[in-house]
């Protein structure tokens, strides 16, 4: 099997088709860390200092991505934690609706909160090949509903949610809760109509593990109690007695301070996403490069997962399979062949990034024609079938 390093660069190799599982740091994240760590390993009140100075100007940073105010931001230590932290803030009676393919950090949060004081669950099956659509949601809105919680970019298939016709659908006094992390920094993404967003660094950011963008706007601020929010939540952490009063903003929901070092790379990723001209540059890379994927994935005579969806409907993921070829064989051959991806099912999932080099798609078509020539095996029932698990 080739080495997923690439030997010149310290990065991934040319054939690193697998960002929506973890996107390998950039290198001013990687510096912004290093350099972090550094100050935390001296430990001297000056450097301690300027650590948690980084901590404020990452968050900072992280208010151009949205774009939001500085206040209508924390940096929560990840995706699945953010919104743990969001259902906790979001009291019951009513519903949230969910939809079923949802990966399950979008699940379980609203599941272990229904019945111990927040809203009840509604799975919504979805409709057709995009996840949500404002059909679908406009025929489960009921008058219990309170809150929709979705995916901005669907993990296996890459549909972009209309969130702008969500919100719409939704109106002002219910709210739009969007798990970011598979579309922000890859695409645009409608970040205006979302009333709370969350999006962790570690894989289209390539910021690594350990912190993640928790969005708040002020216009639902005092409908969310600060369910989890700890000491570092309060105005006077240090107080004689407590409870004291909670601090203004997003910062209310914090349980504790966020890993500093994590939260430098992540601000220094979101500046180095603008200075390559932000996410609708990147993101016109990141789909170009799909697109020429998935043409070389047909021609070997793959079938691509929603084929049917636009070019603006699809963020930087795409899946295929190969009919008559068992997919873990064909997984297995692209990883021998230096392409790296994604098995859900009986699906390869591809996602380059802006950094991808041409070489990928010559890799993978290459490998692809080569498996193609393969006798096939004799297709089984799962070959023609949806798959029915979420993925990430």
Known sequence: MNDQTSPSTGGPAAGYLDHARVGPLSRRAAAALAEAT??????DPADLDRLFALGDAARTSAARLPPARPHEIALAPSTSNGLFTVAAALRGPGTVLVPRGEFPANVYPWLRFA????PDVRLVDADGPRHITPDLLRR???PDVTALTVSAVDSLTGHVAPLAALKEVL??????????IQGLGAVPIETDAADVLVSGGQKW?????????????????????PGLGGWAGVTEPFAV???APPLPGAAAHLATNPDFPAAAALGAAVDDLHDQGGPAAVGARIRATLAALLDRARSAGAE???????LQERAGIGSFRLPGHDTGTVHRALEEAGVITTRRDEWIRVSPHASTPPAATDLFARALHTLARRTP????????QEPTCPTS
């Open 115 to 118: 019945g111990r004081g927040g």
């Open 241 to 243: 007695r407590h409870p």
């Open 205 to 225: 950011l390539r910021a690594g593990w350990g912190a993640a963008l928790l969005l708040i706007r002020d216009r639902c601020a005092e409908r969310l109690a």
């Open 377 to 384: 095996r004799t297709p089984t029932r799962t070959d023609v």
């Open 38 to 43: 550094a100050l935390a390993g001296r430990a």
């Open 140 to 142: 489960h809105l009921t």
């Open 304 to 310: 691509v997962l929603s084929d049917g969806l636009a």
């Open 171 to 180: 109106g002002p006094d219910r709210l739009l809760i969007v798990d970011a």
